[in-house]
């Protein structure tokens, strides 16, 4: 097994593509220890040491370091630990449970006026169609969240989460491209 490794647009993060499946649907993150808990691969990622976050797209595995980590130590050790789990084929999450999928929601604090239902799978459409498999491709996702007064609500996730374009990502790529398409958004905002 060879497994390929990307840089992506946040220097702290790498992609690392194992050419099989990841994640059958969804995706993961994980930015903490506890949280890695529910997943036997992300948790031995973590045990790594300078390891600040794991993000498990449908193809890739997304490794942030911390601050001041020197990526050719640590590049290493994490196909290691990926080519064990992969070539062992022991399950993403303990026990087998799938409860790791984010299925993109929106969140009550950002909830949509329901007169807005047009609009809002306008919205959607587009970033799964348009935006989602752009941010996959550096190594990360983004998640609606809600839209209310002309304002759309997105997390980013993964390699996209503490980039350092991730505001010109959202502003003048997501927003514009949101805009040109559905008159009625005015912005484009991280939740």
Known sequence: MFIETETTPNPATLKFLPGEPVMTAGTREFTNEEDAEASPLAGALFSLGDVTGVFFGRDFVSVTAG???DWSALKPQVVSVLLDHFV?????????????????TEDDEFAS?????????QIKELIETRVRP?????????IYRGFREGVVYLTMQGACAGCPSSSATLKQGIEGLLKHYVPEVTEVRAA
Do not use: K, R, T
């Not at 006026?113 to 799978?121: K, L, M, N, S, T």
């Open 67 to 69: 601050e001041g980590v």
């Open 88 to 104: 062992s084929g022991s399950p993403l999450f303990a026990g087998g449970d799938a409860s790791g999928i984010a299925v993109p």
């Open 113 to 121: 006026d329901p007169a807005d239902a047009d609009i809002v799978d």
């Open 134 to 142: 752009a941010v996959a491709n550096d190594g990360g996702d983004i």
